[in-house]
């Protein structure tokens, strides 16, 4: 072959390569997501956003950036153990790349995201900020990076426990560090809750804490430890001589580093080789006597961590709807940009129902978390295990079909959407299954306490101020708001009834995340802006809330109109959707 020829064909594949479609690599996550844009104004005060909306926007161009450069590179370099010192002592350490380093930065340093709840000053705003903050600062993140949101997460979340139910002695020693956006004093914190005899079943725990004068110590072993190596930890263990189960466990605080500077009795042995998630360090830890403080009544720490499972199931939400995000953005642009069978993908009818299919539950999941965020503290009780639970298994599909829609390529680790794939699983696990979540939201919210009184009462509340709804519509949603209670509450009437625990949660969820955009899709085309929720609505409701009659087919000719109208990118008039809601 000659020189020119060798030239040619490789200027012959260059001009091959144009045929494939881009990732999102380069876009602003925040502006080109019209719905979070849209949407924040009828959730969050004026001035706070205003204030927020450029740091939002800068978050937004490094997610699809520089952040999106750095977690690519601290997913190809794992973290490292070393179980021992160069002197040869059992003072492990684990390494992490330069790249996860300045992940860190960004995430605690440069957004303070683990302190904007906590007090004045982050970003500039001189008081604590609501969670809805947090949360679309988490939401935007995760569309670069999941893993790292975890010690972001746990080191927020375990400060209010540490504030909450330690001593003045603690809270002089750790607060202001667990608060810290400086890197030198900043102590970040993990949860360990899981052992080898007990993951979901907490209560089976075996990890001993023995009384030492003003202390406690520790004997055991905890099996999976997420942001292994952290300043300090909270977790369970079972004081001696305890009664056994949940109501035996005690909740615990415990440094890495002593007060007179010395490692704390525990090892990490093992850092987990995961599926996804491989950014974060997660690992076995063996207790041998580790000091520990106790946080709150020592009969009460299963109670007391649930403070904790709840903002941090919120938290797993955000994730779950920015990850559905970024796999339908990169959906969108694989089908925009990639031709077949004489023209752009995405004209294709069948791809056209496909993406809208993945738009639906992504845009249910930012409504879920924007209604958490910012609901009475009473709705929350039910609202966080049925949102985790629906959110999270969702996830998993939307990532999966937005790897079909690029193809090939979405199988191959070059592009972005195996990642996708693999980290959308996890959220599936952490804080509790898709099973444990569904039985707490069923079981003991709805049948223990009544949660969905408060619930119900919020939803008709929000629908009854809301103007505008075909009356017909508005029968069709009012009755699947009381079926999917009416359902929950038989369910949870009897034990037998247990099998259909998860179908009673996604019926909740369906049911609140059609009436939800009904009130944002009225509210914003009222205005003049894009009334395309109403249309969400409907396909909430004949496909997630009710079973489709696919055999009739005139029955579903509304939706070639509400699908052109949603991936068209021109903003829906309220005439157009409200007259789609009926037909």
């Known amino acids: 072959m000659t020189v020119h020829a060798g030239l040619a064909r490789r200027e012959a594949s260059s001009r091959r390569s144009i045929a494939l479609a881009p990732t999102c690599r380069g876009l602003n996550y925040f502006a080109i997501d019209r719905s979070i844009r849209d949407l924040l104004p009828l959730y969050m005060e004026a001035p706070l956003l205003a204030h927020l909306g450029p740091h939002l926007a800068e978050l937004g161009a490094l997610a699809g950036s520089k952040l999106y450069d750095l977690s690519d590179q601290a997913e190809r370099h794992q973290p490292v153990l070393h179980p021992r010192d160069g002197y040869g002592r059992d003072e492990e350490w684990v390494e992490y790349h330069p790249a996860y380093r300045e992940m860190e930065r960004i995430a605690f340093g440069q957004f303070g995201m683990h302190a904007m709840c906590n007090r004045g000053g982050v970003l500039g705003w001189p008081s604590v900020m609501p969670p809805i903050a947090k949360y ?24 209010e426990l540490v504030r909450r139910f330690g001593s003045d ?24 809750m899981t052992e080898k005899a007990g993951g979901s079943d907490v209560g089976a725990a075996e990890l001993t804490a023995v009384r030492d004068g003003a202390h406690w110590r520790l004997y055991g072993e905890k099996w999976f430890c997420s942001n292994a190596d952290a300043e300090l930890a909270v977790l369970l263990a079972r004081p001696e001589g305890a009664v056994g189960g949940g109501r035996g466990l005690g909740l615990f605080l415990m440094p890495k580093t002593l007060p007179d500077g010395s490692r704390n009795a525990y090892r990490i042995v093992r850092l987990k080789d995961k599926l996804g998630s491989r950014t974060l360090a997660s690992g076995e830890i063996v207790f041998d006597g580790a000091v520990a403080y106790q946080l709150g009544e020592l009969d009460q720490g299963l109670k007391l961590m ?11 939400l955000a994730r779950a709807a920015g990850m559905m995000r970024r796999c339908l953005n990169e959906a969108l642009q694989a089908s925009r940009h990639r031709n077949a069978f004489g023209r752009a993908v995405v004209d294709h009818p069948l791809m056209r129902r496909q993406l809208v299919k993945l738009m639906v539950p992504t845009e249910q999941a930012l409504s879920a978390l924007l209604y958490s965020a910012t609901a009475p503290e009473k709705v929350l009780r039910l609202l966080t295990p049925i949102v985790k639970y629906r959110a999270c298994r969702d996830n998993v599909t939307v990532a999966t079909g937005a790897m079909e829609a690029r193809g090939g390529n979405g199988y191959v680790e070059d592009w972005p959407n195996a990642r996708l794939v693999r980290d959308a699983h996890l959220g599936l696990i952490w804080e509790g299954t898709s099973n444990i979540n569904a039985l707490d939201a069923v079981q003991r919210a709805v049948g223990k306490i009544g949660a969905h009184a408060a619930l119900r009462d919020d939803l008709l509340t929000r629908l009854a101020d809301t103007q505008g709804i075909p009356g017909q519509f508005r029968t069709r949603l009012d009755g699947a708001v009381n079926g999917a209670l009416r359902f929950a509450e038989e369910v949870a009437s009897r034990k037998e009834n247990e099998r259909f625990c998860r179908a009673a949660a996604g019926k909740l969820y369906h049911a609140v995340t059609a009436a939800l955009f009904i009130q ?4 914003l085309g009222l205005s003049g802006g894009d009334a395309r929720r109403l249309l969400l609505a409907r396909f909430v409701l004949e496909h997630r809330v009710q079973e489709p009659n696919t055999l009739n087919l005139e029955s579903q000719r509304w939706e070639d109109e509400a699908i052109d109208l949603l991936l068209d990118e021109a903003p829906v008039p309220l005439s157009r959707a409200a007259a789609l809601l009926v037909r």
């Open 169 to 192: 002695e603690l809270h002089k020693r750790y607060l202001q560090r667990m608060w810290s956006q400086d890197p030198a004093t900043l102590f970040k914190c993990a949860q360990f």
């Open 306 to 316: 649930l403070v904790m499972v709840n903002s941090s199931r919120v938290s797993h």
């Open 520 to 523: 944002e899709g009225l509210r």
């Open 136 to 159: 679309v600062f988490h939401y935007l993140f995760s569309q670069a990076e999941f893993g790292l949101l975890c010690p972001v997460n746990l080191t927020d979340s375990s400060s």
